[in-house]
T-cell receptor, first 115, second 116 residues
Framework: AQSVTQLDSQVPVFEEAPVELRCNYS??????LFWYVQYPNQGLQLLLK??????LVKGINGFEAEFNKSQTSFHLRKPSVHISDTAEYFC?????????????FGPGTSLSVIP | DTGVSQDPRHKITKRGQNVTFRCDPI?????LYWYRQTLGQGPEFLTY????????KSRLLSDRFSAERPKGSFSTLEIQRTEQGDSAMYLC??????????????FGSGTRLTVV
């Protein structure tokens, strides 16, 4: 079975500062990895995904994430955050081998950007 | 097409009542998923359809929960004899093809259920 750990439940950061949101996963098989963002009172929106190939993945809104297989991590980064980045961020994993793609989500990290 | 629509946005019900939620996916999406999200947690997978076939329902929380997608288009999630522990946000998502592997999910805004 897969599981996802997001080590920080809340991350406050000043505007224009860099940020890293940490994600570790556990799986006995190869997986696909995702980051989703949820703005207040909205559904989740896909930020980026890792399927294969380059371990550095670029997504929307200036976010990027790096897949590290040896550390089973998929940390999300942004070099300079904006107020509009305040939201809940979810790391997620999907099993590569199943015939369907049930996605397992982590508990989320609440990013608060301080003016 | 404006995305995945869920109705109602909010539902308050008394304990013991039945509730039904509707999800209209993006029209060309063949896969549809239901998730439940409680406060401070990530979405928890409930069930999934490929067209009208329900291919995974083992995660439905109890036999009080059921879901249908009769014509492979919209879907309904019903909770019978609601309990206070059912209070949560119920999210619907849809996808194309191989789903998350190719395109990721498109989520609706959810239905927030409060059982009093």
């Amino acid at each position: 079975a897969q599981s996802v750990t997001q080590l920080d439940s809340q991350v406050p950061v000043f505007e224009e500062a860099p940020v890293e949101l940490r994600c570790n996963y556990s799986s006995s098989v190869s997986v696909y990895l995702f980051w989703y963002v949820q703005y207040p009172n909205q559904g989740l929106q896909l930020l980026l995904k890792y399927l294969s190939g380059s371990t550095l993945v670029k997504g929307i809104n200036g976010f990027e994430a790096e897949f590290n297989k040896s550390q089973t991590s998929f940390h999300l980064r942004k070099p300079s955050v904006h107020i509009s980045d305040t939201a809940e961020y979810f790391c997620a994993v999907s099993h590569m081998k199943t015939s369907y793609d049930k996605v397992i989500f982590g508990p989320g990290t609440s990013l608060s950007v301080i003016p | 097409d404006t995305g995945v629509s869920q109705d109602p946005r909010h539902k308050i019900t008394k304990r013991g009542q039945n509730v039904t939620f509707r999800c209209d996916p993006i029209s060309e999406h063949n896969r549809l998923y239901w998730y439940r999200q409680t406060l401070g947690q990530g979405p928890e997978f409930l069930t999934y359809f490929q067209n009208e076939a329900q291919l995974e329902k083992s995660r439905l929380l109890s036999d009080r929960f059921s879901a249908e997608r009769p014509k492979g288009s919209f879907s309904t999630l019903e909770i019978q004899r609601t309990e206070q522990g059912d209070s949560a946000m119920y999210l619907c998502a849809s996808s194309l093809g191989q789903g998350a592997r190719d395109y990721g999910y498109t989520f609706g805004s959810g239905t927030r259920l409060t059982v009093v």
